[in-house]
């Protein structure tokens, strides 16, 4: 007979698995026993269960190292996974700046992720853009065709059907999109330039991404032309205009800092919080494609937020045309 526990963590009731070890049981930690008796679920997603107190043994909340044996009496309330609760709805604050039949095209504020991944399970881009437009229910990661990391603010284009979606995909693939970037950095760079270096993951540091020795490189290329250079503190530091031939992970951090020029804020590639820079001084700022119905080109342009903003104001400017507009 299944018990009921009321987890007030939960949204309500969840039904028990109750499970009495046999007589001729061999003794052995709650974990992997459980890992027998329930396999297709991972030890880890086990283990959580139990740190979390939805695994009881006689009645109480058992340990990871708790041994059970013949006769013991243990009770699971399974829980869904991270993933099984990524795709649904949340109310998440994003401006829609243009929209059709087809796509929307949305700002995105820093600190905002764009899709549910390990460590973000909920509150991204994704599960606002269900709440918003539930359609986008009925196309593959809710009409996402490309993203921004985390920290980087700015423009994207999302499809609204799965036409619409193959259609700006493909435009991707072929490097017709547009995406331009503004980016604070370190350092005096000036004129203009192109970075073509393949990137992957850093064999060090699995978190970054780098063209030194990468695993699994994939070409990348990156245009680059400096707005202007000025100083903090007596530190130089430059404003620089990016524009995205590929679109690879950490593309413009990676391929800037290559450079010896890192992004302002961007501490996993060198960069420091300069001027009270809290992240990675990024904007997409610039955002162009073809409307699959209409075959006319769509161009749009955003300010960088106000964070960025206040950045620009603390530099001190050798020169006029600063590049934030």
Known sequence: MSHTKLDLQDPGPVESLPFVLPADAVPDR???????LIPEHSRSRLQAWIEAGHVWVA???GRIRTRVGPGDCIQVWPQAAPEDLAYVPEDIAFEVVAESPDWLVIDKPAGLVTHPGAGNWQGTLLNGLLFRYPALAQVARAGIVHRLDKDTSGLMVVARNETAQTHLVRQLQARTVHREYCALVHGRLAGSGRVQAAIGRDPRVPVRMSVIRPVAPRPALTAYRALAQG???GEAVSHVQC???TGRTHQIRVHLASLQHPLLGDILYGGRPLAGARRQMLHARALGFIDPRTGVEQIFCRLPPEDY?????????QEQGRGTD
């Open 243 to 245: 524009r995205l031939e």
């Open 231 to 233: 100083t903090i503190g």
């Open 30 to 36: 709650l974990d992997k026993v459980l890992a027998r």
């Open 59 to 61: 009645g109480r909340p």
């Open 309 to 317: 903003q206040q950045v620009c104001a603390a530099i001190e400017w």
